[in-house]
């Protein structure tokens, strides 16, 4: 018989304070405690039988209540998902809790649907990883109808099933309820189908609570102000999470661009607002007004150089700290004079054609590219 100290100083106290009163309760139930539970069940009076311990925690005993096929169910999930999903051990058994068979009917069909339609072993385990409970649809009804849908847009097999395994949310999401009315929105914007295939602007859809909502209405809101077709098929195109934030937030940055005097006719109007929406360029704006300021510039200048260009303050700020030091400390100049100088306003244009071609046509002031 061990005392209760001696089985406080075997095992974590940390790993069983969620638990102690429970586990001692079943443990006294089971006649593993020779003495009932109380406000001093660590005294000494308490006494374990440590053998009969041990053995009850191995097997987990009492700390969950199991139903009488739940070990069988799990043990053969986790097995399956090894076996023929390429999952690790461990990641086998975290996804068991998210998706449960005892048979292997369901899951082999599906598995030899998606190979069928081109699916790597890798585009497989990266789609059961992201959403497991795929291995229980009907492939026939529920997969086909929206593989079928995609690949009217991204001809490729091969852009289709990379795409795809991505964004897994496109196979689990209702064709009818979901993904039409979406493709029915950017349609009505777009016109042509040639824009609507980006594969960016489906995954943006999905990271967005009521997207449709929320891009008709801002949408709305830009229409009002004046701003261009074009300038919002760009926006959309190559920045359509900004575009489906909430409305009251959209609102807000739209405010705040007015604000600042940009003209809504002009293409740049639709790049400041970029730099004032979401969340993550408004943190990207504080740290980096942070840096201009630490750089010398005062709030005018900083002010002044967004209304320039404002991808000064969407840089990131290792490519900002970078430049800034090469125009102040390699080239000589003042920083006052950086925040004037056109050559650097360039710059941030260079860092992002890349991504966005027509951002030099954005620039120049001729967007007309494609009639973006």
Known sequence: MWSAYLFRKHFSIRSLAKKTIPCFT???????????????????????????????????????????????????????????????EEKAFLLSKRVKFESPEKPNAVLTFLRDQGFSSIHITRIVISAPKILLYNPEKTLLPKIEFFRSMWVSRTDLTNYLSANHHLLTYSLK?????????????????????????????????????????????????????????????????????????????????????????????MIALLARSGKGNRSRWARNYEIYSSWGWSEDEIRSAYRGQPFCMLVSEKKLTKLMDFMVNKMGWNSQVVAREKNFLRNFVTLYEEQVPELRGVYQGKIGILDV
């Open 177 to 269: 309820n979901t993904i039409l009315p979406m493709f029915n929105c950017f349609k009505s914007i777009f016109l042509t189908d040639a824009r609507i295939a980006s594969a960016a602007m489906w995954r943006n859809a999905f990271f967005c609570k009521n997207p449709i909502k929320n891009l008709t209405s801002n949408i709305a809101m830009l229409r009002e102000l004046g701003v261009p077709e074009k300038h919002i098929r760009m926006s959309l195109a190559h920045f359509s999470l900004a575009m489906m934030q909430d409305n009251d937030q959209f609102a807000e940055a739209l405010s705040q661009v007015e604000e600042m005097g940009f003209d809504p006719s002009k293409s740049m109007f």
């Open 26 to 88: 079943l443990l006294q139930k089971s006649r593993l405690l020779s003495n009932p539970v109380g406000p001093r069940m660590f005294d000494n009076q308490c006494s374990i039988n440590y053998s009969s311990l041990v053995e009850a925690i191995d097997s987990g005993y009492g700390l969950k209540t199991r139903n009488k096929n739940g070990g069988k169910s799990d043990s053969f999930t986790v097995s399956y998902l090894v076996n023929s999903c390429g999952l690790s």
